[in-house]
């Protein structure tokens, strides 16, 4: 497969249909699923012999959905658990990491 080939491809597939899902109707409330889309494409080819090659990716995280009622439009953000525990974490171990150096300056000190 040409690289030419994976562009075209990669080019159909990043469409406006990834970032949006069907909507989801229930009774009155209509409910559009919101992604991010990203992706990449790269090719390698040999001048001399007959080397090549080609790869596509993409990938899809939720972030949220509209929500659609009595004719108002709502965002609703999704939120992702794992970076709020990471993040905490990382606020955690700074928060250590500085007391400890606070705690050797005053030992030192004295």
């Not at 108002?72 to 171990?93: C, E, F, S, T, Y």
């Amino acid at each position: 497969m040409k690289a030419s080939d994976v562009l075209a491809k990669a080019r159909d597939a990043m469409t406006v249909r990834m970032a949006f899902g069907d909507p989801i109707v229930q009774g009155d409330v209509v409910v559009v699923p919101a992604a991010k889309v990203r992706g990449g494409a790269g090719g390698g080819s040999e001048n001399e012999g007959d080397g090549g090659g080609a790869g596509f990716g993409v990938t899809t995280t939720p972030i949220g959905a509209f929500v659609i009622k009595d004719g108002n439009v709502r965002w609703h953000p999704a939120i992702d658990i794992n970076k709020i525990v990471v993040g905490g974490q990382i606020v955690g171990v700074v928060a250590l990491l500085s007391l400890r150096s606070i705690l050797k300056a005053r030992s030192r000190r004295r």
